[in-house]
């Protein structure tokens, strides 16, 4: 097991204070390479409408689709919870249609580390086929 990336680490930490989680107190940071090296990151921002909230992980792809970018590398998920709290099932497929071989890691303020690639966190996931426009 590699040690979590500082740059990501630092940035979905980052994030992770911004969140937004009033209700369920649970704030999530995520932070994610694409291959040309830009990193974007994002919180998770709850609502009182509860189907209206984003996690942090589709709030990083959503910062990296609306720069442009449609693939990413590396993804890291941040929280405190024991063990590190992993992408919940919406998360796994929106990140399995940008990048299912991107290196995942799951990381905690305990330091535990839990890491595999998006296809291992979602191993039926499924792209259509599609073009831009």
Sequence with gaps: MNPPDPELLAAAKAAFANAYAPYSHFRVGAA??????QVHAGANVENASYGLGRCAEQSAVQSMASSGGREFSAVLVYSEASPPASPCGACRQVLFEFAPEAQVTCVNHLGEVVEGQVKDFLPHGFRLEHGEG
């Design 32 to 37: 994610l390479r694409t291959p040309g090296g």
